[in-house]
């Protein structure tokens, strides 16, 4: 909570600002090296208030040496995503500067541009090597010269709270803490924000030697990578600004790399690792997959992500022997399954992601590609049973389809293309209305009509199996489209009238639902069609199919 609280206010401070609280905060401060964005994110979720970009680190992960074998403007790439990536400061290792006081004023210019809060310049040599190899041979720059650098950086800078952090290398290479210390105070008369003072020692002798003739005029910055040991409250007694954790997120995960890939390796499988290691999914909200998902929402045209459910839980009453071992979506039409055939005009409709509610006879379903939402309530439920199990998992607009219909492809077609939150198709042709049968009849607020400035969608007014056919204006095909609101307002419903009364929705049907909707003053359209489907509830359907011709 504290952590979120924290990102959160930062989020709304200038990040130079944030570095320059810290630089001189009252209390010991801790910046944390990262070499990428998805580090960069990593140490802002953990706490950290602000974040080192290495140049060994960077030049690493990279498998390069830390001899400016990058190029700045390569470095600068990365880290574009390392600021993207996180909402607290980084202060780049900006090694020597990447040249001569020149080059110090673009860099400076290009890091204001890609909101990176400081920099920190050494005083060796272009092109440097890491202070850790060798660095008694390393020679340092002139004082006069790297003194130009600092000055020509502050005046570059257009923000007046970007930090420029002067490091000094004199014990490094091997100097003594008067060397340190004239070079340390000329860089703090050039205008250095805050001096990093480095050594190479496994104790702290150097450093607390130079803080304890420092004068305070400007924060004292350091990287105890070798002299680790010393206990932290020791460093902030010294007086010690800000301290820099320098490599230890490249050095962990070059540890965990080489652990993972050995096991690997030797094992040949990847049964022994899948528990030491985050899921995928861990990387994705990392990414932050998720607000992915929502954008994808509000700016994709709609149709392209639809997904579609189908329900198919029940066994159908009058089909004899035929369903004793499946449910009668697995009946053959056309020589393949109802629901096959469904699948198929969906799949030729770009619809790809289908989920069917399955309960009597649910291992005959043997479809590959589908998502299967099982509904063990099936004999004792309605069908909106089975609708509220499909709309658990509704993630943006979805088409709904009973799993008895067949319907030609236009059909579908003409669906997907309708406007509208609710949207159902609705058959004029009554074509099947000879038969006995009661069929889900809906009173509209206009009839079809053909008129070329009719409009395309008509409000529903009712809709149950008792309308008189004289005042029916259409059959409900069974299928329906939401939109991503749509999706959202039908979900919520149902959790409203289920906690309601349990009862009656656990046994009601669809179309009492609808009502119930329409009432509420929820916008539900029809979408005429005409014929060019069929509703199979019967034997007789079924035989009928079979010797349907085809035309
Ligand atoms: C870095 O992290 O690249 C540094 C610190 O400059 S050190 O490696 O200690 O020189
Ligand atoms: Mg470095």
């Not at 541009?113 to 190899?133: H, M, Q, R, W, Y």
């Not at 490249?250 to 540890?255: E, F, L, N, V």
């Not at 579908?412 to 000879?434: F, K, M, P, Y």
């Not at 009862?503 to 609808?514: G, K, L, P, R, Y």
Request: glycine share 6%.
């Amino acid at each position: 909570m504290v952590i979120e609280a924290f990102i959160k206010r930062n989020q709304t401070m200038k990040k130079t600002k944030q570095l320059r609280n810290l630089l001189h905060s009252k209390n010991i401060e801790f910046i944390m090296e990262a070499h990428n964005g998805i580090s960069a994110k990593i140490v802002e979720e953990t706490g950290f208030k602000g974040i080192w970009g290495s140049g060994l680190a960077i030049s690493a992960s990279m498998g390069v040496r830390d001899n400016n074998e990058m190029s700045w403007t390569q470095v600068l790439d990365i880290l574009e995503f390392m600021s993207e990536a996180s909402s607290i400061p980084i202060l780049l290792d900006g090694d020597t500067g990447y040249g001569n006081f020149n080059s110090v004023r673009r860099l400076i210019k290009k890091l204001e541009a890609i909101d990176v809060a400081g920099v920190c310049l050494e005083d060796k040599i272009f092109p440097k090597t890491n202070s850790f190899i060798g660095g008694e041979r390393q020679p340092l720059a002139d004082i006069d010269e790297f003194c130009g650098k600092i000055k020509a950086g502050k005046d570059a800078q257009k923000d007046d709270d970007f930090s420029i952090v002067a490091r000094v290398e004199a014990f490094i290479a091997g100097w003594g803490l008067t060397e340190a210390l004239k070079r340390a105070n000329a860089y703090a008369d050039a205008g250095a924000d805050a001096i990093l003072i480095h050594s190479k020692l496994s104790d702290p002798t150097d450093i607390f030697q130079f803080l304890k003739h420092w004068d305070n005029r400007k924060p004292i910055v350091i990287v105890p990578t070798k002299y680790y040991k010393t206990p932290t409250a020791e460093l902030a007694e010294a007086g010690t600004s800000m301290v820099i954790w320098a490599n230890h997120t490249m050095r962990s995960a070059i540890t965990a790399m080489q652990e993972s890939t050995k096991q690997i390796f030797t094992e040949q499988s990847l049964i022994g690792i899948e528990p030491k290691v985050v899921s995928v999914n861990e990387i994705f909200r990392l990414q932050n997959a998720e607000e992915y998902k929502t954008a994808e929402q509000s700016y994709l045209p709609q149709d392209r992500n639809i997904s579609a459910f189908i329900l198919a839980a029940t066994k159908g009453d009058d089909f004899g022997s035929l369903t004793n071992n499946k449910p009668k979506c697995m009946l053959e039409a056309f020589g393949k399954s109802i629901l096959e055939n469904q699948i198929e005009t969906m799949n030729e409709c770009k619809i790809r992601q289908i989920s069917v509610v399955v309960g009597y006879k649910k291992e005959a379903v043997a479809i590959p590609n589908i998502t299967k939402i099982e509904n063990e309530q099936y004999d004792k439920s309605g069908i909106l049973y089975s609708y509220y199990l499909a709309s658990k998992q509704f993630n943006g607009p979805c088409i709904l389809s009973f799993g008895d219909i067949l319907f030609k492809q236009h059909i579908l077609r003409t669906l997907l293309e309708a406007e509208g939150d609710i949207v159902l198709v609705i058959d004029t042709s009554w074509w099947q209305g000879d038969k006995d049968r009661k069929i889900d009849a809906v009173i509209c607020s206009a009839p079809s009509s053909s008129s070329y400035r009719s409009k395309s969608h008509t409000p529903i007014l009712q809709i149950d199996t008792s309308i008189a056919k004289a005042d029916a204006h259409g059959e409900w095909v069974g299928m329906m489209k939401f939109s991503s609101l749509g999706a959202e307002l039908f979900r919520k419903e149902l959790e409203i009238w289920r906690n309601e009364d349990e009862e009656a929705f656990v046994t009601s049907d669809i179309n009492s639902f609808i009502n119930r909707l329409i009432k509420k003053g929820l916008p539900i359209t029809a979408r005429y069609v005409h014929g060019h489907w069929l509703n199979i509830n019967s034997l007789e359907d079924i035989y009928q199919i079979s010797n349907m011709p085809q035309q």
